[in-house]
């Protein structure tokens, strides 16, 4: 049905280095078309979760020994990183991570890579994302590496779509930018969300911006999902309130 959760991540468990508890029973969802924001302070194990959602933390000897992903209902959690980006599913890492010695172009392309399609249809995504990203489109040129903080998210952001994604797993998009670009960033997550029907489930520091514009709401503190809702109630709630809306 519809109402079905797009991902579900069931009381996952995930250990570092065969020693290390990091995540110590989370579960989440993520309806179609949601944006759910995973709240929570450094630390808490936000990373963790997406990496376990896209496949990345065998890369760095982390494992999910308990619990289990689901998307669109059938099991993920065994897939490699690139069979989750075929199923629709692609991670925006921390910190931007383009190519720098590409230029901005080059870099979207690179996002294509995964597709079997022909130069065409990749030139008219080139264009959607140049149409969401018009500072991209200016800066399609430059080499990624000189291009400011925010134009680089942007990029990276861009970048994920050219693989036409049905989710994008997007951790901290807000580091380190002012808070304008941190604004302008999200509402073209809305927009993507909107009109595209791109599905977002977000890592963020800054609780203020993410319950926002996000729908669904999960605070994790040291690898534990301690509250979840909607978004407006989380804003309204006091313990929120006090101990995440002041630090943003
Ligand atoms: P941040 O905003 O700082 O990235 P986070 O909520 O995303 O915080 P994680 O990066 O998931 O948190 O880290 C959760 C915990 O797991 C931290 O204690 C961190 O030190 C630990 N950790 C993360 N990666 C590894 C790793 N590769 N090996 C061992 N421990 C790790």
Not at 7 to 16: A, D, G, Q, S, T
Not at 57 to 85: A, F, M, W
Not at 96 to 113: I, K, S
Not at 155 to 180: K, Y
């Amino acid at each position: 049905a519809d109402d079905a959760p797009l991902l579900e991540v069931n009381n996952i468990e995930v250990i570092y280095n065969s020693v290390i508890l990091v995540l110590k029973g989370v579960s989440l969802s993520l309806k179609k078309g949601g944006i759910t924001a995973l709240l929570g302070g450094n630390g808490a194990g936000k990373t963790t979760t997406l990496k376990a959602i896209s496949a990345l933390l065998r890369s760095e000897r982390g494992e999910v020994t308990k619990g289990s992903i689901l998307y669109r209902g059938e099991k993920v959690q065994d897939l490699n990183p690139s069979e989750l980006v075929k199923r629709g599913v692609i991670q925006v890492m921390e910190g931007r991570h383009c190519f720098e010695h590409l230029t901005v172009e080059e870099n979207l392309l690179t996002g294509a890579y995964t597709r079997g399609d022909g130069r065409a249809k990749v030139e008219a995504d080139l264009e959607l994302v140049y149409t969401y990203f018009p500072r991209l489109k200016e800066r399609r040129k430059s080499q990624a590496g000189y291009t400011s903080g925010g134009e680089q998210q942007m990029c990276a952001i861009g970048r994920a779509m050219m693989a036409r994604p049905e989710t994008i797993l997007l951790d901290e998009p807000s580091m380190g930018l002012a808070p304008q670009l941190v604004e302008e960033i999200f509402g073209i997550v809305k927009d993507l969300n909107e009109r595209e029907g791109v599905s977002f489930l977000l890592a963020e520091q800054n609780t203020n911006v993410a319950l926002r514009f996000a729908h669904q709401g999960y605070i994790l503190e040291s690898g534990r999902i301690v509250m979840d809702g909607k978004a407006d109630a989380l804003r309204e709630n006091p313990d929120v309130k006090e101990f995440y809306l002041g630090m943003s």
